[in-house]
């Protein structure tokens, strides 16, 4: 009989009773292989052997020696064939948003399911990017086919272009709104169009489907 492959999955975080716990939750899944577990980016680099390479790293942000910034970052021009999908323990826009620069394909709130972790994992796996409530299945589908993602950004203005590079900063929507010279009534129109353009639902969104398009330079 025809056995599914298994998913090979990494977990690294610095919290060693989630960490466990994470691991004995998806040592129940016939869809997923854990090869192994790390406190910090550096014993992560430690335990990646070439020959068996996971295929998604789940990654806490904050930890000591090398954080989830630095290791993603590492991971993505050392191993960029591995997924990395960020665990944040708070729905905040500055650390995601963070980590989908240094090259973090979604996030996903450590408090989730474990049935929502374990489709978030097959979902990065299969596509490289993992989006839940933040944006739709319009922009899903823009991602895995650049033709209708051409069409999606000949739809943004010079302005709206401009607002987006800004949203992948640390900046608020005033301060944007500062430094385009424009009110700040005026800055909330360009979110509001973009959010219904794209049926986005959050900045983070807006993030994500900057960076996927080329919109920003990092």
């Not at 954080?67 to 064939?81: A, F, H, I, R, V």
């Not at 959050?202 to 080329?214: I, K």
């Amino acid at each position: 009989m025809w056995k599914k492959k298994k998913i090979a999955i990494a977990i690294v975080d610095d919290h060693t009773l989630f960490r466990k716990g994470m691991i004995s939750l998806l040592e129940e899944s016939d869809e997923i292989d854990i090869l192994f577990d790390a406190s910090n980016g550096m014993e992560m680099i430690t335990m990646l052997n070439k020959e068996t390479l996971p295929e998604v790293i789940l990654m806490d942000i904050n930890m000591p020696q090398m954080d989830g910034y630095e290791s993603t970052k590492w991971l993505s021009s050392t191993y960029p064939q591995i997924r990395v999908l960020a665990l944040s323990m708070f729905d905040e826009d500055k650390p995601i948003i963070e980590m989908l620069r240094s090259g973090a394909g979604g996030y996903l709130l450590k408090e989730s399911k474990t049935s929502d972790l374990i489709t978030a994992i097959k979902t990065i796996a299969a596509h490289g990017y993992f989006m839940n409530n933040l944006v739709s299945g319009k922009l899903i589908r823009s991602l895995q086919d650049n033709g209708s993602s051409k069409n999606l950004i000949q739809e943004i203005s010079a302005n709206e272009r401009k607002f987006l590079e800004h949203c992948c900063s640390e900046f608020t929507y005033k301060e944007i709104a500062d430094k385009m010279n424009l009110s700040p009534h005026t800055i909330d129109n360009y979110r509001e169009s973009l959010f219904q353009k794209f049926e986005i639902k959050s900045r983070t969104g807006l993030v994500l489907f900057a960076l996927r398009n080329d919109l920003i330079k990092l």
